[in-house]
């Protein structure tokens, strides 16, 4: 399975990432299964945010809720690693929704890997890697 996105969305994550090397930041994906066709960045809400992220849930549920009214249709969200590697970690899993498969996009540094999060996977249990077809 793919998913593609915009090299224009793509910098913009690297770039919201870039811009807090010592935190973890996060934002939202929206789009169809197939195809990421916009980027919100939002807070880490998280007490921790140096080691974990939490989406500001205002964002999460404005988001849903404008789905729902016919918006953009939320696919999932991206997260950054500043310290680790563009793959999912425990902590990752551990805050998976086991009932909704949302796509994850994972940042560290340049390298950003995309993955399906859902009630099991390859990786954790949880997630399966999808491939990201970058197109200008």
Sequence with gaps: MHVAIASRLLRQIVHHAAGSPDREVCGLLFGTPERIVAVEATA??????????EVDPARLFAALRGERAGGARLIGHY???????AEPSAADAAAVDPVAERLWLIVAGEDVAAFRAGPSGAIHGRFDR???VVKD
């Design 44 to 53: 880490n809400v998280h007490a921790d945010p140096a080691a974990f992220f």
């Design 79 to 85: 997260h950054s690693h500043p310290t680790g590697r």
């Design 130 to 132: 999808v491939g990201l």
